[in-house]
């Protein structure tokens, strides 16, 4: 949202955002913060550090229903607008089977094997921006764009396809041609002035006050299942790890808008017109973990464990739409093909180091840190070349970054059965320029029986964080208005679990 109204597919910002992990959880993990790099002995857990299942004594299923909420408040050209998406999900199921041996003489107690699905991020959001604009406009902005380019090569005919035989005009500008929103000046087939502007002498001037509307909507997420086995030395040292198989499901559709104000003031008799963006990408990536937990005596625990980059293989599919008004009844409506892309991503390094202390039966405090050098993306073709991604793998070198999340969970038992549970996490802004950094509050309560069957409930705050946007490119000095994004959201699981 940051860099403009339509978001292209294949850019360094969509590899940034499928790298990005931000943990939901069981309903336990996610009140607790996520803070289980040392603490181990939950399903979700393995996602952070592999040799937490060495921790169990028994074997463990569980399963996390979710509901999640995100809303977003904007402010643009002193207007304000917000919107908010609900929606139910599945944040993690998983068996873990511990398999005791007794005595050994080298010092195995017990193996455990692991499988498991844990949702990573969730893509989920709904947003809706609207102002009066009298002094610029985002087809002024594509006329401008197109400048130097001869207006025959962006007519859409049988023999001739601009979208894809015509690489140096974007497919939005080619849309607006073709709906007539944009024409060429007087006496040139180079220069070009779009539907919302006016020619006074030899000036282009903005016609008058435009609404302009922007709505966007994603879905999806991103999800890993996991195959878990890890192995316990006289419960002092335990070891574990994983292969994970990632898998992206993200969808995205953007409305832009502008309508005449007073349409007797537009020469072109443009009244409104509606450019509609739609992407899907779907993906399957695999990285390996290794973890360890060590008890160096009673009540400690230190933890550490480190991910291989995720060797994601992309496909993108998005298409385009422009629909067009003129005052005098002409309409007009142009659609793209539909594009289809595969390229790779490799996502970085990702180590967590963890420390907790266990009050006997009655409670526990944990801290967590994790660390990820986001300016290490890679993007390549389905052919690993990155010759064709260079100015992608650029922007990741120059504007991408280290980025550090901390998280902190505590847990009390004031009776049998029943734990009350709070945390915190951190996540780091990944970008040197744009981006936020966000905090979430958690907290939850678990109840448990002596027959080996609990649920746990689980409440997550995302703070309110901020970022500013434009929705289209500054052009002829004219500077593109700038809004200010502000994003919260809250999620609630309930795990059902049973130990046997």
């Known amino acids: 949202m940051a860099i403009g109204a339509v978001v ?14 931000r943990y939901e959880g069981t309903a336990r993990s996610m009140a607790m913060g996520n803070a289980f790099t040392s603490l181990g002995g939950d399903i979700y857990s393995l996602s952070i550090n592999p040799a937490g299942s060495s921790i169990y004594r028994y074997s463990e299923l569980s399963i996390t229903p979710a509901l999640s909420s995100r809303k977003m408040n904007s402010t643009y050209l002193n207007n304000r607008e917000s919107d908010a998406k609900t929606g139910l999900g599945l944040s993690n199921f998983g068996y873990v089977n511990t398999i005791k041996l007794g005595s050994s003489p080298y010092g195995v107690k017990s193996i455990s094997l692991g499988i498991a699905i844990n949702k ?11 102002g009066i604009n009298s002094s610029s406009s985002w087809l002024g902005s594509l006329a401008d764009g197109l ?21 140096s005009a974007s497919w939005r500008e080619i849309l607006a041609w073709n709906t007539n929103l944009i024409d060429p000046l007087p006496d040139s087939d180079y220069d070009y002035i779009g539907a919302t502007e006016n020619i006074r002498g030899e000036n282009i001037v903005h016609a008058g006050e435009i609404k302009q509307e922007f709505y966007r909507e994603t879905t999806g997420s991103l999800k890993e299942t996991l195959l878990n086995a890890s192995i316990n030395f006289n419960d002092v040292v335990f070891l574990g790890a994983n292969i994970g198989i990632q898998s992206i499901n993200f969808g995205d559709m953007q409305k832009y808008a502008e309508s005449a ?10 009244q409104t017109f509606t450019h509609t963006y ?12 290794f973890g360890i937990i060590l008890l160096p005596f009673q009540g400690l625990r230190l933890g550490a464990s480190i991910s291989t980059p995720t060797w994601h293989l992309i496909k993108d599919e998005w298409e385009e739409e422009i629909k067009a008004k003129y005052s005098d009844g002409y309409k007009s409506s142009v659609s793209s093909p539909v594009g289809q892309y595969s390229y790779r991503v490799t996502t970085p390094y990702v180590w967590n180091i963890g420390a907790s202390y266990v009050i006997g039966k009655i409670g526990l405090i944990s801290f967590d840190y994790e660390g990820a050098d986001y300016s290490s993306i890679i993007m390549m073709t ?33 009776a049998t059965g029943i734990a009350l549970r709070g945390g915190y996490t951190y996540y780091g802004n990944p970008e040197k320029r744009l981006g936020y950094e966000t905090q979430v509050l958690s907290g939850g309560i678990g109840f448990s029986n002596k027959k080996g069957r609990f649920i746990d409930f689980g409440l997550q705050k995302q703070l309110q964080d901020s970022e500013s946007f434009s929705l289209y490119n500054d052009y002829a000095n004219l500077k593109a208005p700038e809004g200010d994004m502000n994003i919260s959201g809250w999620k609630l699981l309930v795990t059902f679990g049973f130990k046997f």
């Open 8 to 21: 292209t597919a294949q850019n360094a910002y969509d590899a940034l955002k499928f790298s990005q992990i």
């Open 120 to 130: 990573l991020n969730n893509y989920t959001s709904r947003s809706y921006t609207s």
């Open 147 to 167: 400048s130097g380019i001869y207006k025959n090569d962006l007519n859409i005919e049988e023999q001739w396809n601009p979208f894809f035989d015509f690489p």
């Open 261 to 270: 104000i007073n349409q007797s003031k537009f020469d072109s008799k443009f």
């Open 278 to 289: 739609r992407q899907i990408s779907e993906g399957t990536g695999v990285n390996m973990k």
């Open 382 to 414: 389905n052919n690993y070349d990155k010759f064709e991604f260079r100015e992608d793998n650029d922007i990741i070198r120059s504007d991408f970054r280290k980025a550090h999340t901390l998280r902190v969970g505590a847990e009390i038992k004031p």
